[in-house]
């Protein structure tokens, strides 16, 4: 099943939605019961705090991002029990949720991306790293986890 383009003016939570609806239609247990757990999440972001909120498509980004990586670190423990099977399971709902995230950078563009935030900062030792993951998370967020960026300037800055 592929995500169908819907145009800039419906929001990932709608998208998601209708694709839930899909997935329900076509007997999509995996798809379905993943758009279910994540729709989940997605609310309970939404009542968290004082107030209640509409989410943003970038908050929701953040959220699904959690969820992934969640699944990610499940699946990795899964298999150091030995229990593959299981694994499986995350590593395929990690894949259904990744697909409504924007495109991953590539270790190219993510190096790039970084040497711009080295040079902005003025960076020159690994002390100097805060500083450049400030100024780096906005440009990455939703598109590289958070331990491949930091291992990326760590990298830089001690080279």
């Known amino acids: 099943m592929t995500i169908r383009d819907t145009g800039a003016m419906t929001s990932l939570k ?8 899909a997935a329900m239609r076509a007997r999509d247990d ?5 758009l279910r757990m994540t729709l989940a999440a997605i ?3 939404e009542v968290a705090g004082d107030t209640a909120k509409q989410l943003s498509d970038n908050e929701i ?15 990795e423990a899964f298999r150091t029990g ?6 499986e399971r995350e ?7 990744a697909e409504y995230l924007p495109a991953q950078l590539s270790e190219a563009e993510l190096a790039e991306l970084v040497e711009q935030a080295v040079a902005e900062a003025g960076a020159t ?3 100097d790293m805060g500083t450049v993951m400030k100024l780096l998370q906005p440009k990455v967020a939703g598109r590289a986890e958070g331990r491949m960026v930091a291992d990326a300037v760590k990298q830089r800055l001690t080279s």
Request: cysteine-free.
């Open 14 to 21: 709608d998208r998601m939605k209708s694709d839930l609806t």
């Open 30 to 34: 995996l798809r379905k019961g993943t």
């Open 43 to 45: 609310g309970t972001a």
């Open 61 to 75: 980004i953040t959220v699904l991002t959690r969820e992934v990586k969640r699944r990610r670190e499940a699946a």
């Open 82 to 87: 030995g229990r593959a099977e299981s694994a």
């Open 91 to 97: 590593e395929a709902e990690a894949a259904v949720i």
């Open 125 to 127: 030792t690994p002390r």
